[in-house]
């Protein structure tokens, strides 16, 4: 691609300060160049949308599946960037038989999703500040990590479990204990699914470098729930489908659990059965903070500058308002949490657009589209 005069970049209008790091100076083009940037929302990015406009890179967020539906007619990208942590919407293996260089944004928003489950406990649970309790983290990766050393900031407990790494003081428990032992039980694993006999998408698993024993869709269903006892808090910030949102309705019909979901399994609809279940309910923004946006957005401009071989001018650093909230402040003064993050104002702002017995896509989308980026917590 170092030999492209001009390049064509179709991407997500929801990816933060696109013009910013996208532009021919920081993508090192000299005066004869241009970088012609195309921003639609990323659910209308579509194979006719790439036949039309003949893209060299293609720069997404979580909402658009790319594979070969999308690419199956693509005679131009070269390279696709997805500003997010978690893949399960990108058909790697397509990419790299193809030869179209990916990157994502790995841990770009470990400390905001963090927060973002912490705030969800503490506002449930105010106590937790002064007592300790228990707190079962599944996928133990940059986010469960991340959220463990605030568990033991706060005193807090920790059982963790993560059967891909090394036990270590934090990988330290079954699944089942976890489940049983744990006061409040918090999801950070990727969506991934179940072995398969056929041998194309087999490969596909193994280039991704997923073990699919331990697919992650589905994990928590009627029988992994029926091992949680009631009073146990279940909080799912990772990928809807990892909780079977039927058994779950059904589940917490019965125990009356609290239950936080920021993301849901039938996503961006939204059914009000279950939304008028949750303790907490939000739409997919545990990561919306300005920091976790734009640390995508540097993830996948260094990747892009590398693939041009030039050497990236453009940093987050320059971008970023000062930033005022201090962890070692909150912590101080814990009857400061909701000017740090007011959870609840998500909360009231999804339930608020429930019409006719649910939550519409628009609508879903919306929220997310319009969000007021909340500042991440210095650390
Ligand atoms: N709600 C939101 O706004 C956001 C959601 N996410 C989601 O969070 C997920 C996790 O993010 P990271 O921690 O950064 O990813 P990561 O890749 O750093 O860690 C994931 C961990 O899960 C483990 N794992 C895989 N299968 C497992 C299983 N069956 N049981 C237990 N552990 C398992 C892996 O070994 C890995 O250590 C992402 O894949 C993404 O889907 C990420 C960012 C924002
Ligand atoms: O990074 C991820 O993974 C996420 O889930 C994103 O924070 C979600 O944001 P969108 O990509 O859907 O804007």
Not at 28 to 56: E, M, W
Not at 110 to 122: D, G
Not at 159 to 185: H, I, K, R, T, W
Not at 294 to 318: F, N, W
């Amino acid at each position: 691609m170092d030999t492209i005069k001009n390049i064509t970049i179709v991407a997500d209008s929801n990816i933060a300060s696109l013009d910013e790091f996208f532009n021919p100076s920081m993508l090192g083009q000299t005066s004869t160049q241009s970088v012609n940037i195309v921003s639609v929302a990323g659910r209308d990015i579509n194979a006719q949308l790439l036949a039309d406009l003949q893209p060299d890179v293609l720069l997404i967020r979580s909402v658009t599946p790319v594979g070969e539906a999308l690419l199956a007619n693509n005679q131009s990208v070269q390279f696709v960037g997805s500003a997010t942590i978690g893949t399960d919407h990108v058909d790697q293996n397509y990419l790299a038989t193809h030869n179209i260089t990916f990157a994502n944004a790995a841990g770009c928003s470990k400390h905001s999703v963090a927060q973002y489950v912490l705030t969800a406990i503490l506002a449930l649970r105010p106590q937790c500040w002064q007592q300790s309790m228990t707190l079962g983290i599944i996928g133990l990766g940059n986010i469960g990590s991340t959220l463990a050393k605030y568990a033991s900031e706060l005193g807090w407990q920790v059982l963790g479990y993560d059967p891909l790494l090394p036990a270590s003081n934090m990988n330290n428990a079954s699944f089942e204990q976890v489940l049983s032992q744990s006061d409040v039980v918090s999801l950070h694993v990727p969506l991934t699914d179940k072995k398969s006999t056929d041998k194309k998408a087999k490969s596909a698993k193994e280039a991704e470098n997923i073990n699919d024993d331990y697919a992650t869709r589905h994990l928590i269903n009627a029988e992994t729930l029926a091992m949680m006892p009631a009073q146990t808090m279940l909080i799912n910030s990772a990928r809807g489908p990892v909780i079977h949102a039927s058994d779950l309705e059904a589940d917490i019909e019965r125990t009356k659990r609290q239950v936080v979901l920021d993301v849901f399994e039938h996503e961006p609809q939204i059914d009000e059965g279950l939304l008028s279940k949750l303790a907490i309910a939000t739409p997919h923004i545990a990561g919306y903070t300005l920091e976790g946006k734009l640390r995508g957005t540097q993830i996948i401009y260094d990747a892009l500058c590398e693939k041009l071989t030039v050497t990236p001018t453009q940093s987050m650093h320059a971008l970023l308002p000062l930033n005022m909230f201090l962890w070692s402040e909150l912590k101080a003064h814990p009857d400061r949490l909701i000017k740090f993050y007011d959870i609840m104002q998500d909360d009231a702002a999804l339930r608020n657009k429930t019409i006719d017995g649910q939550v519409n896509g628009t609508d879903f989308d919306g929220l997310r589209r319009d969000y007021h980026l909340r500042r991440e917590w210095q650390f």
